[in-house]
């Protein structure tokens, strides 16, 4: 764990949103679960968008990246 390491919260990382787990879910079931039929057009279009979203935080720096995706 990056943080455990570190020792610190202090650095850039790129983060993606999984929404909150339905109701009775355990939230870690619900990270680990696998992606339904219904949910893989909309993790493959995620997946590239961040895919994007580093290329233009190595190219363009942090803030610039963050003013384009978030």
Do not use: H, T
Not at 29 to 38: A, G, I, N, P, Y
Request: glycine fraction near 8%; include cysteine.
């Amino acid at each position: 764990d990056i943080i455990l390491r570190l020792a610190s919260e202090e650095f850039c990382r790129l983060r993606v949103g999984i929404g909150a787990p339905p109701d009775n879910w355990n939230g870690a079931d619900f990270v680990l679960s696998k992606f339904s039929r219904q949910e893989k057009p909309i993790i493959e279009d995620g997946v590239s968008i961040a895919a994007d979203a580093v290329v233009a935080w190595a190219r363009d720096g942090i803030q610039d990246c963050m003013n384009q995706y978030n």
